[in-house]
């Protein structure tokens, strides 16, 4: 009886894990998407330190060194103005990141309303907002962003909420679509029987029930508003000098890339490993949220 009472206080019990930390349990298996995480951290710290980290003043220009290949002083070497480029890399670091981040953001709170109000209210209001989502995806988005800005004027928060303004719509549909097969659920009928406003339903077990996708989303989203941002600078119409972007910087170091091609390598380089990293931690994501996956 003892022997017996021994070993049943010596098991080992599994204990149980929430939906997210056994979503943090399957991610943190994953290599490549810790990978990216820790690149995108890396990043994001750099950004915020920049102003303590950069090695010279980010307008500090030496006309005489002009466009110089790396050396001890200048480890990525310096633009045609004989700015360091590190400096101006990791200042258009922070740019980038701001955009991707902020554009995100807007895109992130609209379309959560939008799709959430369509799938929870259902019926002629779903059949309205989702139309109008049809047919603003038929627009020519990129077209609109330059009127925007040729109208309005280049500003980074005209930027912000340009862009932000294009990306929700797939969010919305996500969200909606998420909400469609919520709301059928028992726990929102018993929320309904307990007598919660629909605000309430909403903000306390439909929202909280869909950040898994959108948590995927965003992480896919990011790098498309890097890229989109990128892809105006490099027409002129983003982030305007004196401030700079890794899309500004690329753009610069295209027209000189034959005879200064250290001023287009490493800008596209920080993008391009920035992009992967996102897209990794995006897949590891999707695999960790999948409510279908087994626990190992």
């Known amino acids: ?46 950004s915020i330190l920049t102003p303590w980290l950069a090695p010279y003043g980010y307008e ?11 050396s001890a002083q200048h480890w990525l070497g310096t633009d045609i103005h004989g700015r360091d480029l590190m400096t101006r890399l990791m200042y258009g670091g922070r740019i980038s990141l701001m955009v991707g981040f902020a554009a995100t953001a807007v895109s992130l709170v ?14 002629l209001t779903d ?17 609109f962003i330059i009127l925007l800005m040729v109208v309005f004027g280049r500003s980074l928060l005209l930027l912000f909420l340009a862009i932000g303004l294009i990306e929700w719509l797939t969010m919305a549909r996500i969200v909606r679509t998420q909400v469609l097969t919520l709301r059928k659920q028992e726990f929102v009928s018993a929320a309904v ?22 948590i995927v989303y965003i992480t896919l989203t990011i790098p498309s508003v890097m890229l989109l941002e990128a892809f105006l600078s490099f027409l002129g119409l ?14 610069g170091g295209v027209e000189t890339m034959e005879e200064y091609p250290w001023l287009l390598v490493f800008p596209g380089l920080a993008l391009s490993l920035t992009l992967f990293a996102l897209n990794f931690l995006g897949d590891g994501l999707r695999d960790a949220l999948d409510p279908r996956a087994t626990r190992d």
């Open 1 to 46: 009886m003892i022997d017996s009472l021994k070993e049943y206080q010596n098991l080992n019990f599994e204990q149980g894990r929430s939906l997210w930390q056994d979503a943090w349990y399957r991610l943190n298996k994953n290599k490549l998407a810790m990978l990216g995480l820790y690149v995108i951290i890396f990043f994001v710290v750099v």
């Open 193 to 214: 029987v307990t007598g919660l406003s629909h605000w309430q339903i909403i903000r306390r077990h439909i929202i909280p029930n869909v950040l898994g996708p959108v």
């Open 127 to 143: 059949t309205i907002m989702m139309r109008i989502v049809d047919i603003l995806y038929a627009l020519p988005f990129m077209i």
């Open 110 to 123: 609209i379309g959560i309303l939008w799709g959430t109000i369509a799938g929870y209210i259902g019926g």
């Open 238 to 251: 983003g982030i305007q000098p004196p401030q700079s972007s890794w899309g500004v910087l690329i753009s």
């Open 60 to 70: 500090t220009q030496n006309l005489a060194l002009g466009a110089s290949a790396p």
